[in-house]
Nanobody
C-alpha cells in the first residue's frame, strides 16, 4: 500500500523560499503524484503534478516561481517555492493516484487515492 508524507513547511517572509519534500513508500508502478494546497475557507487546489513519464504541470498561479522535481532513487518529490507571496499561505499536501496524469483527472482531488497529512506554509508580509 502506497503511503506519502510531506515535510519542510514553515514560516517565511514574502519573497523568500521554502522547499517541501514528499516521501513515498510502497509499490509504485504507474502513477501521478502532485502537490495540492488548501487555505482556510478555500477548496483544495492543484499546485503541480508529475507522472512516471516525467511530465510536469503547474498551476498558473505558481508557474515560474515553483519547481517540482523527483529523486527516483529515494522515491521523493520536492517542491521548491521561490518568491513566496502571502496568497501562497496554505496547508500543502502530497497526493498519489495509480495512473498517469491525464488532463482534468490530474487536477481533480477525487482521483487521488493517497494523501499525506499536510504541512503548513505561512508567509508573512
Amino acid at each position: 500500500q502506497v503511503q506519502v508524507a510531506e515535510s519542510g513547511g514553515g514560516l517565511v517572509q514574502a519573497g523568500g523560499s521554502l522547499r517541501l519534500s514528499c516521501a513515498a513508500s510502497g509499490y509504485l508502478y504507474r502513477w501521478c503524484m502532485g502537490w495540492f494546497r488548501q487555505a482556510p475557507g478555500s477548496e483544495r487546489e492543484k499546485v503541480a503534478t508529475i507522472d512516471t513519464g516525467g511530465s510536469i504541470t503547474y498551476a498558473e498561479s505558481v508557474s515560474g516561481r515553483f519547481t517540482l522535481s523527483r529523486d527516483y532513487a529515494q522515491n521523493t518529490l520536492y517542491l521548491l517555492m521561490n518568491n513566496l507571496k502571502p496568497e501562497d499561505e496554505a496547508t500543502y499536501y502530497c497526493a498519489y493516484q495509480p495512473r498517469s496524469c491525464y488532463g482534468a483527472e490530474s487536477t481533480d482531488i477525487r482521483y487521488y487515492s493517497r494523501w499525506g497529512p499536510g504541512t503548513q506554509v505561512t508567509v508573512s508580509s
